[in-house]
């Protein structure tokens, strides 16, 4: 069983960086692609940036395009979010997930894994 744990999320001024790390798990765990997802109160899970896990190929929202970016390490199995410049409006949950065969990049159902979120707040 493929088990991701996200950490890294907290409490940030406008402006602001913060780094998350999401940390895979399990015998079976070998991704063909990595992503961020976050959902803001009363919206929908959204995609954020995905890493093709082989060849490491990277793909971002528009809306966060030249300010977060996403990485990974396969020998430790770590996928990071490195968010800069960070916005109240990048306030939401962040999940990591992991798509187990290529399928579809953007959206949420495409991906087989799951963490269990967590929290990043950007004040004003």
């Known amino acids: 069983q493929v088990q991701l744990v996200e950490s890294g999320g907290g409490l940030v001024q406008a402006g602001g960086s913060l780094r998350l790390s999401c940390a895979a798990s399990?015998?079976?765990?070998?991704?063909?692609?990595m992503a961020w997802f976050r959902q803001a109160p009363g919206k929908e899970r959204e995609f954020v940036a995905a890493?093709?896990?082989?060849?490491?190929?990277?793909y971002y929202a528009d809306s966060v395009k030249g300010r977060f970016t996403i990485s990974r390490d396969g020998a430790k199995n770590t996928v990071w979010l490195q968010m800069n410049s960070l916005k109240p409006e990048d306030t939401a949950v962040y999940y990591c997930?992991?798509?187990?065969?290529?399928?579809?990049?953007?959206?949420?159902?495409?991906?087989?894994?799951w963490g269990q979120g967590t929290q990043v707040t950007v004040s004003s």
């Open positions: 997930a992991g798509q187990r065969y290529y399928s579809g990049i953007y959206g949420a159902s495409g991906y087989n894994y």
């Open positions: 399990g015998r079976t765990f070998s991704p063909s692609r």
């Open positions: 890493i093709t896990w082989s060849g490491g190929a990277t």
